[in-house]
Each structure stands twice: as C-alpha cells, then as structure tokens.
DNA sequence: GCAGCATATACCGATGACAGGTATATACGC
DNA sequence: GCGTATATACCTGTCATCGGTATATGCTGC
C-alpha cells in the first residue's frame, strides 16, 4: 500500500523538487518562500525526509557539487515521486471541496442541520 | 500557535462533523464514504481524536442517547472548530495549486527546468 | 584574529498522532 | 451458541516530525 497518507512537510519537499533539482538547503528556503515562511524545515526534518522518499524511489541524487568547500547534493524528482505528487495533490483537493462544501452548507441553512 | 498542521484523520473528523452533529461509530461510516472506503478510522483513533478535538475546544458534545441500551454520544462542531477546518481547507487548496502548477510547468517545457 | 552569522550536511532524543489490537456490552441472523 | 454489526474505550508500538547539537567553511564587523 503507497497509500500512506503524507505529511506536510513532506509534501512540501516534494513540490519544491518538482521545480526542478535543488540541494537540501535550498529547498529548506524553497518551502519557506512557497509558504510565506509559515513553515521552516528543520535540518533534522529535511534530512530524514530526504533519506525516507529516495528509500521510496520517489526522488534521487541529480549531481553533487563542491562550492566554496562545500558539498551540495542535489536531488530530483523521479516518475515515480511525480506520479505520486500530482495524487496526493488530487487528494488533498478533494478533501478541501469537501469540507469547504459542507461548510457552506451550514451556513446557507443558517446553522447545524441534523 | 494553532497553525500545527492537522493531519489527515483528524481533518475528516471535523469533516464528517461538519455536516452535523453524530456520534462517534457514525463518524467511521461518514469518513469511510466520504473517502470512498480508502480511510477506515479504527477505534483508537477515533476516540482519541474525539478527546483531543474536545479538549482543544473543536468540537463539544451535543447530546447523548440511549439507543438499544446501547449509549450514542453526538459531537459537534464548534465555532472555532469551524473557523478552523475552513482554515485548513484553504491550507490544503492552496498546497495542492502550487504542487499542480509546478508539475504542470515540467510538462510545458518537456522535462524538469533547471 | 575572533565572534557571529549564513551556508550546508548529518545525527540524536523526545513528542505525539495514528495503527492495530483488545475489552466491554447489546441485538440480530443462523 | 457463534459470528457479525453496533458502540465506546483503552493500550502498546511505530514513525514522522521537532528541537537541538555537531561538523565545517567563508564572509562581515569589531
């Protein structure tokens, strides 16, 4: 079953890499631009969650380069990690038409309806 | 800060409750339809979500039945549960227009821009 | 010439939501 | 009497994430 729901932060790694290869940082700054800085990317977080999705075959290392001394690894999304991007996009959606409809609901019956 | 992401469970739950007060067992089936069967809340889950909402103040109990000896608590949403799930519906749908738009872009221009 | 900060990768412990299972109790079909 | 559906509740394990720390380099200000 790949169909464990992902997180957020995650997802967001994801769809920075869906820009094109970037480097661990750079996506640190990459999701923190996409969400008005809301969320910041631990180290730890980004780190791990690099290993877990090219574990998954969702991305892969593009090339590595040394600027300045120091190492940058870039990494790219794969047909896999594309696949599975524009699903959970899908879904995530789906349960917010769902949801904003059912809201709208309650209010054009002016409350709760049983 | 009441920005911790929800998860997708939980997010249901208020969901299902949005549409009206219901009891726990009858939150399980609304999810379960709502999702088309892909997401079968379990018991724990369930439960612990429900405590979890009601102490966060998302939802509050609306009644309680006795059904065939049996007893049928209602939850129900609350105003600032409301404001809440519209929160993060908006949340959900601006994530998945940005991950759409980029994957999107990859497709126009035949492969992943640098 | 060193303190502080940005860049960059990596590891570690704690937390907390969720999965999966079990316990409880009633009613119904077989 | 047994399994299944309804209904609530607890308990244990797992795992993604958080928060912090370690490592190393280069730049800026003092």
């Keep these: 079953m790949t169909d464990t729901p992902m997180r957020e932060p995650t997802f967001l790694v994801l769809t920075a ?39 998954d075959g969702l991305i892969e290392v593009d090339r590595e380069e040394v600027v300045q001394s120091r190492l940058r690894r870039y990494y790219r999304l794969t047909g896999v990690g594309e696949t599975r991007l524009a699903a959970e996009s899908s879904r995530l959606r789906q349960q917010a038409t769902l949801a904003e409809g059912r809201l709208r609901a309650r209010h054009d019956l002016g409350g709760a309806p049983a």
Tied chains: 1, 2.
């Design 17 to 55: 890499l869906a820009a094109g290869p970037q480097h661990g940082y750079a996506v640190i700054e990459d999701v923190a631009r996409m969400t008005d800085g809301r969320v910041r990317l631990r180290a730890g977080t980004l780190y791990a969650a690099l290993d877990r999705l090219r574990t």
